[in-house]
T-cell receptor
């Protein structure tokens, strides 16, 4: 069965600092992995996704994530945080041929001036 | 291009009342989904549809029903609302079901059941 664990419900960084949001997954088959972002009072939108083409995936707004099979991780990073990055971030996993996408509980990112 | 629209934006509903949340997409996507979002629990799938005329149960289907009469519309009905159904509801769509397909989300409906 698939599952997703996001470590840390809240992360706070200073503007200009590295952003690291952690995601670990479990899947019995090669997974598809996603990061979505949710700004206040909006729906989720896709940041990036892993579909086995490359382990390092680049997304929008300077975010990237690396698929590490040995660690079953798909952590999201951004070298330099901006105030506009303050939002909630969701990691998600689905299986090849599966019908469900499982979402993590979310990590709220705060960016301090 | 509107993408996905949901109505109403928010609603306060008395317990025991019937309520239909509306969802329409204009992307001709085959798959559609309803999720509820609760603090600390992320998104939980209520119902989904692979194509017009077919629906399936998600993780938390009890107390909810859906229909998919055509490609564009996927309404969610609460037959008799209860306070535990207070939540933010998101409709989403994708080209195909699950797998590698990214989902596109509507802006959400905030429902309070009193």
């Amino acid at each position: 069965a698939q599952s997703v664990t996001q470590l840390g419900s809240h992360v706070s960084v200073s503007e200009g600092a590295l952003v690291l949001l952690r995601c670990n997954y479990s899947s019995s088959v090669p997974p598809y992995l996603f990061w979505y972002v949710q700004y206040p009072n909006q729906g989720l939108q896709l940041l990036l996704k892993y579909t086995s083409a490359a382990t390092l995936v680049k997304g929008i707004n300077g975010f990237e994530a690396e698929f590490k099979k040995s660690e079953t991780s798909f952590h999201l990073t951004k070298p330099s945080a901006h105030m506009s990055d303050a939002a909630e971030y969701f990691c998600a996993v689905s299986d090849t041929g599966g019908f469900k996408t499982i979402f993590g509980a979310g990590t709220r990112l705060f960016v301090k001036a | 291009i509107a993408g996905i629209t949901q109505a109403p934006t928010s609603q306060i509903l008395a317990a025991g009342r019937r309520m239909t949340l509306r969802c329409t997409q204009d992307m001709r996507h085959n798959a559609m989904y309803w999720y509820r979002q609760d603090l600390g629990l992320g998104l939980r799938l209520i119902h989904y549809s692979n194509t017009a005329g077919t629906t399936g149960k998600g993780e938390v289907p009890d107390g909810y029903s859906v229909s998919r009469a055509n490609t564009d519309d996927f309404p969610l009905t609460l037959a008799s609302a209860v306070p535990s159904q207070t939540s933010v509801y998101f409709c989403a769509s994708s080209e195909g079901l699950g797998d590698h397909y990214e989902q596109y989300f509507g802006p959400g409906t905030r429902l309070t059941v009193t």
